[in-house]
């Protein structure tokens, strides 16, 4: 059977997606490196199930597991990463699928990756999800333009319209996801929540409630350190806020 064969059978039988089963992580090194990345970046969905109390997601193909992705929530927004498809069973992460590029806080592909809306193209449109988390990536212009004619988009007007935040060499990506991971793990988890909680509040309210919950966000966070630590190794000149990290 050819590959194209077998896009065309994956595409018929649709894979299940489902929370990993505790045998089976320790075959996603195995998963990461058929779909060519690096097997380490099994360490990424680690780091969200380990640290983060997420959940680990695979796509069940009769048995077969072809895709891989990570999970967590943060009250009213969340994360998701390490996701890696094996290349028979690419080309299907069209409509719906987007969502979840869409929902991502961070979003980084390859140069050569396509993206797209065609359920015009069916007679249909953009249903479920699609729509409401897109609605608040892309604006209109943006947006409806590939929601009406079904058109694909590259990676570069992908990341020119906001829909993902960098593009990289195909060959780059292994590295920059893998980079992204590390510089997110040095940080503090609570400074991590407390981020993404006023971004995303913040964007939700008008200003005068944006400004009282970023407060209450603050207080909550100093709280939680038990006082301003980065701010007392600053002081000290053990920290540079540009080039370290705070210890925590």
């Not at 069209?94 to 592909?109: K, P, R």
């Not at 992204?180 to 939700?204: D, G, H, I, Q």
């Amino acid at each position: 059977m050819t590959g194209e064969q077998r896009s065309g059978l994956a595409a018929a039988r649709r894979p299940a997606i489902r929370p990993a089963r505790q045998p089976e992580l320790s075959r996603l090194g195995d998963l990461y490196a058929r779909a060519g990345f690096a097997a380490r970046l099994a360490g990424v969905v680690g780091f969200a199930r380990a640290r983060l109390g997420g959940e680990v997601f695979v796509a069940d193909l009769d048995g077969e597991l072809v895709g891989v992705a990570a999970g967590a929530h943060f009250g009213a927004s969340g994360w998701v990463g390490g996701v890696a498809v094996t290349p028979e069973h690419r080309r299907a992460g069209l409509g719906g699928a987007l969502t979840v590029v869409a929902g991502c806080d961070i979003a980084i592909a390859s140069e050569d990756a396509l993206f797209g809306l065609p359920e015009v193209n069916f007679g249909h449109f953009p249903a479920g999800d699609t729509t409401p988390v897109l609605t608040e990536n892309l604006q209109a212009k943006h947006g409806l333009y590939y929601a009406l004619t079904g058109k694909m988009m590259t990676a570069k007007e992908a990341e020119r319209i906001g829909l993902i935040s960098k593009v990289v060499p195909r060959a780059d990506l292994d590295n920059e996801v893998s980079e992204t991971a590390r510089c997110l793990a040095e940080k503090s988890p609570m400074a991590l929540k407390a981020v993404k909680e006023a971004w995303y509040y913040s964007s939700y309210s008008v200003p005068a409630v944006a400004y009282e919950v970023s407060n209450l966000i603050s207080q909550r966070t100093i709280r939680e350190h038990g006082g301003r630590p980065g701010l007392e190794q600053f002081v000290q000149k053990k920290l540079r806020p540009v080039s370290g990290v705070m210890k925590w």
